[in-house]
T-cell receptor
């Protein structure tokens, strides 16, 4: 079983809609969770992090964490074509070790 | 700050040749990470350093891979001899070893390696 699993997509949503990206992880002791955005041909960029169960909002982005279900999600409200990218879920499994999922490709159609 | 600087941006080499990738972390960051990204395997952690000391190299695929960090501002990842299956994008990332910051990775632009 992969340590961090994501649906590879592609996920296609119309402009203005809510995009919902999901991730599960296997290490129950994980404490820190991250979402990185990666545009084609570019490097990953940190956009959200969450440490506690519940929701965390930052602008159009909301990260959700449920440690009991080992589930992390990212909601993007009012999706824009510029949000089209691959979104990588990342989990810190202890110390300095951060493991990435394979990523979900998101397309926002104008 | 210019961010994490990697060189070269692109490297094309022939099988069996030695390849050296270079990374300059953000000034003041004391954790450095090497990742490899391929379509098949995604983003894989190869090795990470804290205060110039290798902490975990369990992700290094084979003895052909080695990494060094001789000082706080420079790290190398070396592949000798290179093989076609090493073709990938190699990213260097750094972070600041402070509570709630040490896990937030800032990535360099990557080195696209092609081994023919």
């Amino acid at each position: 079983q992969k340590e961090v699993e994501q649906n590879s997509g592609p996920l296609s949503v119309p402009e203005g809609a809510i995009a919902s990206l999901n991730c599960t992880y296997s290490d129950r002791g994980s404490q820190s969770f991250f979402w990185y955005r990666q545009y084609s041909g570019k490097s990953p960029e940190l956009i959200m992090f969450i440490y506690s169960n519940g929701d965390k909002e930052d602008g159009r982005f909301t990260a959700q964490l449920n440690k009991a279900s080992q589930y992390v999600s990212l909601l993007i409200r009012d999706s824009q074509p510029s949000d089209s990218a691959t979104y990588l879920c990342a989990v810190n499994t202890g110390g300095f070790k951060t493991i990435f999922g394979a990523g979900t490709r998101l397309f926002v159609k104008a | 700050d210019a961010g994490v600087i990697q060189s070269p941006r692109h490297e094309v080499t022939e099988m069996g040749q030695e390849v050296t990738l270079r990374c300059k972390p953000i000034s003041g960051h004391n954790s450095l990470f090497w990742y490899r990204q391929t379509m098949m395997r995604g983003l894989e952690l190869l090795i990470y350093f804290n205060n110039n000391v290798p902490i975990d190299d369990s992700g290094m695929p084979e003895d052909r891979f080695s990494a060094k960090m001789p000082n706080a501002s420079f790290s190398t990842l070396k592949i000798q001899p290179s093989e076609p299956r090493d073709s990938a994008v190699y990213f260097c990332a750094s972070s600041f070893d402070r509570a709630e910051d040490n896990e937030k990775l800032l990535f360099g632009s990557g080195t696209q390696l092609s081994v023919l």
